[in-house]
């Protein structure tokens, strides 16, 4: 076994001091130029091995590219035939169309195709798929976690030793295809693009964010028994808001409360799943409740309030959400005018979804009714949108939104929300925001309404 040695080769040594790695290979391949990238990349395991690598013709002892094999695989979200079948949809895609290479850099996509949901933390991450392979490229601060997750594909990871590393990963998977290669255009900044076409030169590349986005806005069964899951853990979500909203309680105690209930719940029904990002929305008050992201505070609730309660639970990247209007105590006559009128244009939304519908269709719809209570100009944005990979910072799917500028046709097991939302302005009378939310999924009849929560005035003036 060759013997570490010189003050720059500390880093196998230590991966092997700490005793968990199952294999480590620094490297893929011997020294080669990709592109603009020239470097060195050894084949290596069992043990510590000097590394090496070539910047500008020089030997250093850093690695630019290593695989690390640490630990067990993490139990998969979806079976290895759902992910199967959407490698072979993507993969029709691209004979279709002539793309011999795709790289993914959006949380939403590498989710989708591999069950990694990456931290991005400044560094950039990738998916990498050709006709024959997919591969994950990530961030040496990550370890060997996106490895663990990669059930269905490789994994490769770049060091911080030297500049650009992950393009050469780029370089490396990509560049020895011939033909086109796609990205997503929507999360490839002009800098980024620039380094793309140094890692695979005198290629065509194309855009493929929006024809890939027109294949996850259906969703497979798989998908949809688990946005059910996190539908209902919503609704426990909501339950603890009404479970802990007082007189006198702060915004951000009855959030903390709501979002421990939901991840007890998510703990108790996907003990496999990785805890991360599930938040909550507690806003209150004629001023926090006029828009739908405002931030929770530590106001303190007061009889005759009015409240939004929003809870997202999130597992393995997929997103569900309760949002709901509450009053504490009792309600103001024009509050309860208007929230009855919010509430009837949902109950009509969520008739109008079905297969063969427009969804510019529903929301010219909606907005007739909203007009003819002269409340139009108080809506606040569109009446509902997609359910699936996506969170507050990546996933949204344009062209599944209930607005009047999209044309796309409803079909079954798309999976849309109904959330008509109105605000009333400080110092008008009924002044504050309301807002109802549920889930649908589109079925060949209607829809299948999956948000068991309660709403309007019925339900949700709280008495304490």
Known sequence: MATCTGSGMMLLPLFKALGRVNSLHVGLRNC???????FTTRQYSNGPQKLESSVNGSTTAMAHLTKIENGQKIEPTFSKQEMDNRLATLRDYMQTNGVEGVLFTSYHNIN????????????????????????TISALVDWGHPWRRAH???NVVYTDWHKDNFWRAVAQELAPSRGKVACEFDTMSIDNMNKFKLAVPDRDIVDIAEPIM??????SDEEIALIKSI??????????????MDEGVPEYVVRDYAIDKMNDEIARKHPNSEFRDTWAWWQTGPVNTDGAHNPVTTRRLQKGDICIMNLFPIVSGYYAALERTAFLDHVPDEHLRLWNINCEIHRKGIQ?????????????????IFAKYNLLETRSFGYGHSIGTLTHYYGREAALELR?????????NMCITMEPMIV?????????????HNIHIVTETGNEDITGFPFGPEHLVVKK
């Not at 080669?32 to 020239?38: K, P, Q």
Request: with cysteine; glycine share 10%.
């Open 32 to 38: 080669r130029r990709i592109g603009a990238y020239c």
């Open 112 to 135: 989708y195709y591999s069950d990694f949901l990456y931290l991005s933390m400044g560094r950039p991450y990738g998916l990498a798929v050709t006709m024959d392979k997919v591969t």
């Open 152 to 154: 269905i594909c490789d």
């Open 214 to 219: 027109m294949k996850r806005i259906k969703k």
């Open 231 to 244: 539908a209902a853990i919503s609704d426990v979500g909501g339950a603890a808001i009404v479970e802990a």
């Open 352 to 368: 109008l979804i079905k297969a063969g519908v427009k969804c510019q269709d529903i929301a010219l719809e909606l907005n007739e």
């Open 404 to 412: 009047e500028d999209v044309e796309t046709v409803l079909e079954p």
């Open 424 to 436: 009333m302005p400080v110092g008008q009378p009924g002044e504050g925001g309301y807002r109802e």
